[in-house]
């Protein structure tokens, strides 16, 4: 959610803060804009919607600048409320991910010392600010850190100056890191913006300023303004391609990218898992916690846990912990799910809980995030980057992981890896344009239809959550999931002539329970869409998926992934960047 991309370097600052951007463009975002430094002056750029195929050589030569990717929070998509925002004077411009809290009380007492506002925004009122310290103290990096000291709220800045070659940038939640290259520097939002640059990162840790002044970086403490230490790292395997490799979307290449994905997750030895597996034994309650379809995960993993190893789990939604928090307890252990690792909500549930005395395990997608960085165990999918706004390949690796770790601690470590190479194995031919053709067609019936529900039980209630959300975010059809054995309690009665229900079905011990609840559909006059290993006479259409044993339940999301993508399409939306959502959920 934002993004913030400075670059300092030999030349063609524009070209490589485009293509920080662009690399960026997965968090989500409905404007843009760049900074550039050229003889003594800024020249600033914003625009509305998508960056696009630019021409950087229509922008000044300069070998300094920001970028910026904004997502509205205060204030509407306009050109007046992109980010970067400018000083009176024009010696600064100031950049932004996250929220000032308390922006409303900081407005009136700048307006009453005669600051004038442009914009709409939150973040014109750290601009004013940092203006008026600038009235007391001479240094920019001074008044930056004081004003920042009066904000809050999740906040990180990035601050251009004009004078001299200076950037200057702040964390407080949401994150930040430097990327240090030959002769260049990057300040991004994540390792990915420049991970086709260089693998050597600084990670701006909570309370940091990081400067770039006469031609190298210095770290200094933002409650005390002292220098402070920091470490480069070398980050492995981080350069990564972002490219659609021949498909239309990004969303379609990552879900068939599923097909190997799936097996990058658990490529884990029992050694590497051996102190988790203890500490889950050890814990008197283990935690999963997340956000979006990251908290479906860590339903589904708690449901892994309780069914195959007989752990008490409980899944808890990160924004929704405030009547758990004085039951964390040093005996407890928390798993946290997050595809970026920054999701702001997960964060703070995750912080408390260390506050608290617990352990904390995280699952993500991305090195070097917060999450994985203030977790005792860290793990890492392998999926590579998730371009998509919506989540595909990151959930079924994330699965995959939980499920392995749910058979070792059950003593069927080779039971769990088995199932899910020949999960891998089986959707190699899967994915084929026949399939894809069916569910077009199938799409082509369902974008007339304004609901559509998704029954499942057991193993496969989460999956139910998880594929309606799916629908939900990319074509904007209202869809919900439910338990199997809810219809009885109210929900039937939204059940009317050629109204669109999805059974998920698996061969276990829900099977029965679930034709039953499909046979009460299709009494009422439901259409009913049979997604599974087992089909059925009730069904008018069953879309079969693999038959892999205890990972059967993690095939059965990709026919609704599939779903979602082909009706956004034939509704004319762009699948890879659904309206109103950001992908990387940095503020709370």
Known sequence: MCGVFGYVGKSGA??????????????????????VVKEGEIEVTKKVGAI????????????????????????GVTEVNAHPHFSTDKSFVLAQNGIVENYQDLKKNLINEDFEFISETDTEVIVRLVEDKLKSVSDLREAVRLAFLDLEGRNTIVVLSSKIDHVI???NGSPLVVGVGSGEYFFASDTLSFADKT????????????EYKDGEISVFDAESGKKIDFTIEELENLDVDVDKSGYDHFMLKEIVE??????????????????????????????????????????QAAYFLRKIAGVK???????????????????DLIIA???????????????????????????????GSTLTRISDMPFFVRSGPEICVCSTKAFSAKLSWSLLVSCAIAGKYDEAKKSIYC?????QSYFSDKLFERIRDLSRKLKKSDHAFILGRGQNYYITLESALKIKEISYLHAEGFAGGELKHGVIALIEKGTPVFVLIGKDEEKENIISAAAEVKARGAWLIGVGQVENELFDEFIATPDVGVASCISNVIPFQLVSYFLALELGYDPDKPRNLAKSVTVK
Do not use: C
């Open 258 to 299: 599923q097909k190997d994905t799936v097996r990058s997750a658990v490529q884990y030895s029992m050694k590497e898992l051996e102190p988790l597996i203890g500490t889950v034994k050890k814990s008197s309650t283990v935690y999963t916690i997340g956000a979006g379809t990251a908290s479906y995960e860590a339903g």
């Open 169 to 171: 940038a702040v964390r």
């Open 423 to 427: 999960l891998s194995d089986m959707l």
């Open 14 to 35: 524009a070209g490589k803060i485009v293509n920080g951007l662009k690399r960026l463009e997965y968090r989500g975002y409905d404007s843009w804009g760049i900074a």
């Open 199 to 210: 693998s050597r990162v600084v990670f701006i840790n909570d309370g940091e300023i990081v």
């Open 313 to 331: 789990a409980v899944e808890l939604k990160s924004y929704e912990v405030d009547s758990y928090r004085d039951l964390f307890s040093p005996n």
């Open 52 to 75: 696009g195929d630019l021409d950087v050589g229509e922008w000044p030569e300069s070998h300094i600048g920001v970028g910026h990717t904004r997502w509205a929070t205060h204030g």
């Open 337 to 367: 799910y997050s595809q970026s690792g920054e999701t702001a909500d997960t964060v703070e549930a995750v912080e408390f809980a260390i506050s608290r005395g617990a352990k904390v395990a995280s699952i993500v997608n991305m090195l």
